[in-house]
C-alpha cells in the first residue's frame, strides 16, 4: 500500500530564516506530487505540483520554491521565510494517469514564523 | 475556471442528528468531485468521490453525498452524527474533460457536534 510522509510535524522559525519541508511517497512510482498551504480560516491553495523529476509549476508567485530531486520526493523552501509563510502545509500525490484522480494527503507540517 | 463554493462555514448539530453539508461548483461540463475530512492538525482524508454512474455515492464513515447535475450541488449528508464526525469538511471539483487534473478545493465547512 502507499504511504506518504512529511516532516518536519512542527516547526518554529524566526524571520529571514531559510526553510527545507520534505515529503515522500512511498509504494508507487511516478505519482504527480502537490504542496499546498493552509492559512487558518481559509481552505487549501495550491503552491506547487510535479508531474516528474525536475518537473515543477507553480502556481502562486511567492518566496517559496520547490523541488523534485528523486521520483518520490518533494521539497519545498525558502532562503527566507516572512511572517505570511506561516500555515499548514500540506503535500499531496495521485496517481499518474494523465488525468483527475484522488489526492492522498500526507499528515502536514504547522509552520510558525515568528 | 472551475470553482467551488461552502456557503456554511460552520455547521453545529447535535449528537445523533442528520447533518446536510452543502457544496456548489461552478464548471460547464461533468466535474469530477470529491469530498475531505479534516480532523485538527491533521492531513485531509477522502470520504468518497464522483466521477460516473450512480448520482447517490456512498463513502466511508457512514457518509453519502448527491450529485446533482441540475443544481450544480454535491450535498455531503450523514444520518446520525456522532461526536468523532466533528472536523473540518471540504468539497473539492476538477475537470472531468481532460483539462486542468488538480482538483479546487472550497473554503471548508466546521462542523461542531454537540453531545
Known amino acids: 500500500s502507499q504511504t506518504i510522509h512529511q516532516w518536519p510535524a512542527t516547526l518554529v522559525q524566526p524571520v529571514g530564516s531559510p526553510l527545507s519541508l520534505e515529503c515522500t511517497v512511498e509504494g508507487t512510482s511516478n505519482p504527480n506530487l502537490y504542496w499546498y498551504r493552509q492559512a487558518a480560516g481559509r481552505g487549501l491553495q495550491l503552491l506547487f505540483y510535479?508531474?516528474?523529476?525536475?518537473?515543477i509549476s507553480s502556481e502562486v508567485p511567492q518566496n517559496l520554491s520547490a523541488s523534485r530531486p528523486q521520483d518520490r520526493q518533494f521539497i519545498l523552501s525558502s532562503k527566507k521565510l516572512l511572517l505570511s509563510d506561516s500555515g499548514f502545509y500540506l503535500c499531496a500525490w495521485s496517481k499518474p494517469t494523465g488525468s483527475t484522480d484522488t489526492q492522498y494527503f500526507g499528515p502536514g507540517t504547522r509552520l510558525t514564523v515568528l | 475556471a472551475q470553482s467551488v463554493t461552502q456557503p456554511d462555514i460552520h455547521i453545529t448539530v447535535s449528537e445523533g442528528a442528520s447533518l446536510e453539508l452543502r457544496c456548489n461548483y461552478s464548471y460547464g461540463a461533468t466535474p469530477y468531485l470529491f469530498w475531505y475530512v479534516q480532523s485538527p492538525g491533521q492531513g485531509l482524508q477522502l470520504l468518497l468521490k464522483?466521477?460516473?454512474?450512480?448520482?447517490l455515492v456512498q463513502g466511508i464513515k457512514g457518509f453519502e453525498a448527491e450529485f446533482k447535475r441540475s443544481q450544480s450541488s454535491f450535498n455531503l449528508r450523514k444520518p446520525s452524527v456522532h461526536w468523532s464526525d466533528a472536523a473540518e469538511y471540504f468539497c473539492a471539483v476538477a475537470d472531468a474533460s481532460g483539462g486542468s487534473y488538480i482538483p479546487t478545493f472550497g473554503r471548508g465547512t466546521s462542523l461542531i457536534v454537540h453531545p
Open positions: 464522483y466521477f460516473s454512474g450512480d448520482t
Open positions: 510535479s508531474v516528474g523529476i525536475g518537473q
